[in-house]
């Protein structure tokens, strides 16, 4: 079942996250089961992510095996969040914009 994942944390940059997403190469070595993924930055420096994935056990995985090493290394703090079995979705034209090439 697809579930959502909704993230945030703090004391965690936008620099760090490049260097993250650098290294972790989601972009060129696709998670199985990665939908979609967004993060933002509100006004107070917290970081806030929503994600999609096919299971819960596709995030855990790629959490475990490629986001937390890499966070310790940085000694970057994880976010904390809840998962969410997802009822509906729905993509719009507007969204091809974003997807990875």
């Known amino acids: 079942m697809a579930v959502l994942i909704k993230l945030s944390g703090e004391q965690f940059t936008k620099q760090q996250y490049e260097d993250l997403k650098k290294e972790a190469d989601w972009e060129h070595n696709h998670p199985k089961g990665e939908i979609f993924h967004s993060i933002g930055f ?3 420096g917290r970081y806030h992510v929503v994600d999609i994935w096919e299971s819960e056990q596709d995030f855990n995985n790629f959490i475990d095996n490629r ?6 290394k940085m000694n970057a703090p994880m976010p904390k969040g809840e998962i969410i ?3 509906n979705a729905n993509a719009f ?3 091809d914009s974003y997807k990875v090439k």
């Open 93 to 95: 034209q507007g969204i």
């Open 42 to 44: 509100d006004n107070s």
């Open 67 to 72: 986001i937390k090493p890499i966070m310790d």
């Open 85 to 87: 079995p997802i009822h």
